[in-house]
């Protein structure tokens, strides 16, 4: 059965770094996109970045394009985020999800296996 399950959330101050890590029991065969998502209290979820299974597409939210970077390593069956010049705004639950039949990775489709999430707070 499927599984994602994130780590590397934690406390950092602003301007400061963390990398997130999301990994697969299994990877899906054929076509499939891996992304991140956050929801902080009292707001909507929102897309931060995804990549495709093959790794050549990537995509990024506005809000954190120049200072995320998403990875993925096909033999740990690992998604790496890599989040630099860290906001107060960026704290939020991170979730790792999946979706089948992306060729060219987007954050608005429906992603169907999701982890558990993991807390990022960005704070003096």
């Known amino acids: 059965q499927l599984q994602l399950v994130e780590s590397g959330g934690g406390l950092v101050q602003p301007g400061g770094s963390l990398r997130l890590s999301c990994t697969a029991s299994?990877?899906?065969?054929?076509?499939?996109?891996i992304g991140w998502f956050r929801q902080a209290p009292g707001k909507e979820r929102e897309g931060v970045s995804c990549?495709?299974?093959?790794?050549?597409?990537?995509n990024y939210g506005d809000s954190v394009r120049g200072r995320f970077t998403i990875s993925k390593d096909n033999a740990e069956n690992t998604v790496y985020l890599q989040m630099d010049s860290l906001k107060p705004e960026d704290t939020a639950v991170y979730y790792c999800?999946?979706?089948?039949?992306?060729?060219?990775?987007?954050?608005?489709?429906?992603?169907?296996?999701w982890g558990q999430g993991t807390q990022v707070t960005v704070s003096s």
């Open positions: 999800a999946t979706t089948p039949g992306q060729i060219v990775c987007s954050l608005t489709r429906a992603y169907d296996v």
């Open positions: 299994i990877f899906r065969s054929g076509y499939y996109s």
């Open positions: 990549i495709s299974g093959n790794g050549r597409s990537t």
